[in-house]
């Protein structure tokens, strides 16, 4: 799997969007980019995936770049309980098996 | 919809004693995953079931831990005998079959070995 690398942590102002990116260089054309979040005591929760479309659903938006070195994961109305570690995971095939979890983003939503 | 429930929630036990965690998937989910934290590392995989079949278990330490899922439901993970680096939370997720990038995790079982 290809290795990614995100900013250790960030802030967002509440009702504000957030923009957390990740790169990905040596993605290959059949890695998916799964986003993945963990509020702190619980377990990781998925959030959206992507192949090289951008990809909405009801909890963010996924924007890939046209190369696919690196994405963005859009939360639009950043609340306090999107608090939280984001994890950007590059994965073979459509179904990932095993996940890959590196250290994350810390979002810190600011009230 | 139930989620992915785990017992213990919380486990401490002295080296060299054993302590089975056990996981219940979501019901109709066939896949089903074993992963922990240890102190200060990232979330590993453990192994993965499908049904109750092994399909992918290279993330597992070593042969003192021993995953089951008799009859493709509940899963039990043993660990005999507990080492002091054994501590951690030990997650499970679930997801169905063609979807497996889409894990539903559950709260995690901390594990204590003092």
């Known amino acids: 799997d290809a290795k990614t690398t995100q900013p250790t942590s960030m802030d967002c102002a509440e009702g504000r969007a957030a923009n957390l990116p990740c790169n990905h260089s040596t993605i290959s054309g059949n890695e998916y980019v799964y986003w993945y979040r963990q509020i702190h005591s619980q377990g990781p929760q998925y959030i959206i995936h992507?192949?090289?479309n951008n990809e909405t659903n009801e909890m963010a938006s996924l924007i890939i770049t046209e190369d696919r070195k690196s994405s963005t994961l859009i939360l639009p109305h950043a609340t306090l309980r999107d608090t939280a570690v984001y994890y950007c995971i590059v994965s073979l095939s459509g179904s990932a098996r095993q996940l890959t979890f590196g250290s994350g983003t810390q979002l810190t939503v600011l009230p | 919809e139930a989620g992915v429930t785990q017992f213990p929630s919380h486990s401490v036990i002295e080296k060299g004693q054993t302590v089975t965690l056990r996981c219940d998937p979501i019901?109709?989910?066939?896949?089903l995953y074993w992963y922990r934290r240890v102190m200060g590392k990232e979330i590993k995989f453990l192994l993965h079931?499908?049904?109750?079949?092994?399909?992918?278990e290279s993330g597992m330490p070593n042969n003192r831990f021993l995953a089951e899922r008799t009859g493709g439901t509940y899963s039990t993970l043993k660990v005999q005998p507990a080492e002091l680096e054994d501590s951690g939370v030990y997650f499970c997720?679930?997801?169905?079959?063609?979807?497996?990038?889409?894990?539903?995790f559950g709260p995690g079982t901390r594990l204590t070995v003092t």
């Open positions: 997720a679930s997801s169905p079959i063609g979807r497996g990038y889409e894990q539903y």
């Open positions: 992507g192949l090289k």
């Open positions: 019901s109709g989910h066939d896949n």
């Open positions: 079931f499908v049904k109750e079949s092994k399909q992918d």
